[in-house]
């Protein structure tokens, strides 16, 4: 069986969709927290786990602020958020790379 039709068949059982993408969230959160390439990893992956294309960005948008949002709870937990909302521009480029970056790779199900 090819890989392609190998996501397809994850597509369309819906019990395998919900445990791809769990899965894809997990892998590339923990890839993201080791290295920024971590969010092209989960965005594509969840890309590649949803049934159209329309949601498949939608989904890469998702893990993308899912991203940003722990980050910021880490900065909470850690005491730092203060600092990091005053920080201006750099606190929208933090805010605007991970999301644009799990979303342009979530275009990866144009591939599959």
Known sequence: MSRTARWRAVRTDERWRWAAMVAS???G???ASVHWS????????????????KRALLSGLG???FVWVVFALTLFVSGDIGRYL???????VSVAIPIGTA???ASARWLV
């Open 29 to 31: 959160l923990v890839a």
């Open 63 to 65: 893990f993308g602020v």
């Open 103 to 105: 979303t342009f790779a």
């Open 25 to 27: 969230i997990a892998v």
């Open 86 to 92: 005053a920080m201006g521009q750099i606190l929208a």
């Open 38 to 53: 971590g969010l092209f990893l989960g965005g594509s992956l969840v890309g590649l786990a949803s049934t159209t294309r």
